[in-house]
T-cell receptor, first 111, second 112 residues
Framework: SQKIEQNSEALNIQEGKTATLTCNYTNYSPAYLQWYRQDPGRGPVFLLLIRENEKEKRKERLKVTFDTTLKQSLFHITASQPADSATYLC??????????WGAGTKLIIKP | DGGITQSPKYLFRKEGQNVTLSCEQNLNHDAMYWYRQDPGQGLRLIYY???????QKGDIAEGYSVSREKKESFPLTVTSAQKNPTAFYLC???????????FGPGTRLTVL
């Protein structure tokens, strides 16, 4: 069956360091992969989308990589700040345009 | 400002009651979605609609119903047939097929 896995344990990072979050998937060949940020009690907010033929995408301090051979996406936040603390969700876009969601990884940036 | 609104923010339901969650968008998006979020799980799709007067079941539609009479509105009814309705419900919209989804602030439903 199709499966998306994100680190279930919270990731603690010191302020100023680079945070790296992982999204692994099996039994699927997505055309797109998306990353969202979700704060407690609120709806997710879109961050980045990367296509299967793109290796890397950047937006300000954010960088996403997509390795279709490893079936893995990495999400990096450079120069991390306490305000970056949130849960980050990855989602795969199916051929019928529906999204399959990971459970998210909670990121905590310590001052 | 354009966006998606959901109401109420918190909702309490007695067992055996039907309740309706509101979702309105002024983004002029064609597609709208309802998701359910439970702790430790990814978002699960309940229903979606690509166009007015048409909607399709998602992965967990049992015990839920929707309507799409207007482009701006996509209300979700949680019926008494839904045995475990306590969850955080999220409404989203998208301009067309594929790409970014825009989410509302969510409704937290609790069964008493």
């Amino acid at each position: 069956s199709q499966k998306i896995e994100q680190n279930s344990e919270a990731l603690n990072i010191q302020e100023g360091k680079t945070a790296t979050l992982t999204c692994n998937y099996t039994n699927y060949s997505p055309a797109y992969l998306q990353w969202y940020r979700q704060d407690p009690g609120r709806g997710p907010v879109f961050l980045l989308l990367i296509r299967e033929n793109e290796k890397e995408k950047r937006k300000e301090r954010l960088k996403v990589t997509f390795d279709t051979t490893l079936k893995q996406s990495l999400f990096h936040i450079t120069a991390s700040q306490p305000a970056d603390s949130a849960t980050y969700l990855c989602a795969l876009e199916q051929s019928n345009y529906q999204l399959i969601w990971g459970a998210g990884t909670k990121l905590i940036i310590k001052p | 400002d354009g966006g998606i609104t959901q109401s109420p923010k918190y909702l309490f339901r007695k067992e055996g009651q039907n309740v309706t969650l509101s979702c309105e968008q002024n983004l002029n998006h064609d597609a709208m979605y309802w998701y359910r979020q439970d702790p430790g799980q990814g978002l699960r799709l309940i229903y979606y609609s690509q166009i007015v007067n048409d909607f399709q079941k998602g992965d967990i539609a049992e015990g839920y119903s929707v309507s799409r009479e207007k482009k701006e509105s996509f209300p979700l009814t949680v019926t008494s047939a839904q045995k475990n309705p306590t969850a955080f419900y999220l409404c989203a919209s998208r301009r067309g097929q594929g790409g970014e989804q825009f989410f509302g602030p969510g409704t937290r439903l609790t069964v008493l």
